[in-house]
């Protein structure tokens, strides 16, 4: 077999083909977004462009991903398996990914969508929320267009509205309508942090490090 370095390791293609199996996951959501193949040339320009290219066993050559549609796969991460045959390339694409216009080639236009996890999902909200920053002209009547247009300061007096009719449903215990509160709170809360040019994955790598340091201020128990 032939064998490319990764940074997991040696990808090793098939003998008799050359290929290796790419599965594709959306680095924000966790969803399964394609299976491709890749050959070495592939791989090399995969990793080299930062943009996944497969090999096309039907048109038998190198094929980008988004080379046509402009719907690229942007690499975030890649990971050889522990048989160091197969490849999970971890991706931000550029827009839906199959070619019957749904984001996962798993999701057929004619099902219904497939949950997605708590977690994956604001990071979606979050993705939506962005691009109506970049290119309001998209859905000029938007309400998330609408706060952009009014700026942080009314983005940040709609948090506030929104936490303390939180904490007065909390407080009195209305829990029927408490989930409709912090849904808004926590869709206010990714505008301001779009508006603050702050990113989701930076609030949970503090998280994050704040668990790994149990005797923070932040977490210690009086």
């Known amino acids: 077999m032939a064998s490319l370095s990764s940074k997991s390791g040696e990808l090793q293609f098939d003998a008799a083909t050359g290929l290796a199996p790419a599965i594709i996951q959306d680095a924000d959501t966790g969803q399964v977004l394609m299976l491709g193949y890749v050959n070495q040339e592939a791989w090399a320009k995969t990793r080299q462009e930062g943009r996944v290219t497969f090999f096309s066993r039907s048109k038998n050559r190198l094929w980008t991903k988004g080379e046509t549609s402009g719907n690229f796969l942007q690499v975030v991460s890649h990971h050889v398996d522990c048989d160091a045959d197969t490849v999970l390339i971890r991706v931000l694409p550029a827009g839906p990914t199959c070619h019957r216009g749904t984001t996962s080639c798993f999701v057929q236009p004619q099902e219904a969508a497939v949950p997605a996890a ?34 942080i300061p009314k983005i940040a007096q709609k948090v506030g509205e929104e936490a303390v009719e939180t904490v007065i449903d909390a407080v009195a215990g209305h829990r029927d309508t408490l989930t409709g509160e912090v849904a808004d709170l926590l869709y206010h809360l990714l505008v301001l942090l779009a508006a603050s040019e702050v990113t989701l994955a930076e609030v949970i790598a503090v998280l994050q490090e704040r668990h790994r340091l149990p005797n923070t201020r932040h977490l210690t128990e009086e």
Do not use: D, H, M, N
């Open 118 to 151: 708590p977690i994956g999902f604001l990071a979606s909200l979050e993705r939506l929320i962005s691009e109506r920053k970049q290119f309001p002209e998209r859905a000029p009547a938007s309400y998330t267009v609408s706060l952009f247009k009014k700026g």
